[in-house]
């Protein structure tokens, strides 16, 4: 089976614009973003029985205000947490109580009626598989894929779906793509480019490593000689096949990021005598 190039990798959420609390936040920040109203105050106590609760509501509420989705209980850094505690006049110590199950989704409803936002995660998820089937065939970093359809769902004014979702769709759609063009280049190929091929991996030079190998030979410094070993490798290579041909209709950023994904996968291997 054909996965592709870079099929499988998990997304490190920091190389993407997914919303997500900064690491160090400013007071300026803290006021602009996340300083509940009076009238915001009032409204979570009407509605919550204990401090805890209002200000795990209070939390949540600006939070998505901010982001655009409701972040795990664990995400809230300390410094959030008391600010807002702070500027509701909360007493000392008080920490938010998160709930869960039907308790917390009653919570969250509370937050998008006074919003005016919709909990449409399919519609969402939709949007985000769209985008991300469309760019993927012209880009191949997963972040990038991500980022475009987080464009997408914020500009439809639909709540985040987990970062998880986004990266778990972006893998399994970007291997998908990345399958399909790989069958088409090697269906380009004629029966006798496919079988020369496949004989680099079995002719071995004098040294004792395969054909393959000379794939990852690089130019050296400038010299007639290193030139004139360059161009002879270039012929080389030029009698594996019309490599014009293979690649007809593949966007070049992708053949670009192929070949990256190639050399990472592949030559370090054989860089490391694993061949």
């Not at 989705?69 to 007493?91: G, I």
């Not at 690649?247 to 490391?272: I, N, Q, W, Y």
């Amino acid at each position: 089976m054909i996965s592709g190039p870079g099929a499988g990798l998990a997304t490190s959420i920091e190389r993407t614009a997914y919303p997500r609390f900064k690491r160090l936040i400013t007071a300026h920040e803290l006021h602009l973003f996340f300083a509940p109203t009076r009238e915001e105050a009032a409204w979570a106590a009407e509605r919550m029985d204990s401090d805890g609760h209002q200000l795990a509501l209070l939390l949540a509420l600006r939070s998505y205000q901010r982001m655009g989705r409701f972040p795990k209980p664990d995400e809230y850094p300390e410094m959030v947490v008391d600010f807002v505690r702070r500027t509701v006049e909360l007493p000392e110590g008080t920490l938010p109580l998160h709930e869960t199950g039907r308790t917390a989704e009653r919570q969250r409803t509370e937050v998008r009626q006074r919003l005016g936002t919709k909990y449409q995660q399919s519609q969402a998820r939709q949007i985000a598989e769209a985008a991300i089937r469309k760019e993927a065939a012209s880009k191949n970093r997963p972040a990038d894929l991500i980022n475009i359809a987080l464009e997408k769902v914020v500009a439809a004014g639909l709540e985040l779906p987990a970062f998880s979702t986004f990266d778990t769709m972006t893998s399994t759609i970007r291997t998908e793509v990345n399958a399909s063009i790989c069958c088409g280049i090697h269906d380009r190929m004629s029966l006798a480019e496919q079988a020369g091929m496949l004989r680099l991996m079995e002719e071995r030079d004098s040294d004792g490593t395969t054909q393959f190998n000379r794939l990852k030979q690089t130019a050296q410094g400038p010299s007639w000689s290193h030139f004139k070993r360059l161009f002879t490798h270039l012929e080389w290579l030029d009698e594996l096949g019309d490599t014009t041909v293979w690649v007809d209709g593949v966007a070049a950023p992708k053949v670009t990021d192929f070949a990256g994904c190639f050399r990472r996968a592949v030559l370090a291997p054989l860089e490391r005598g694993e061949f």
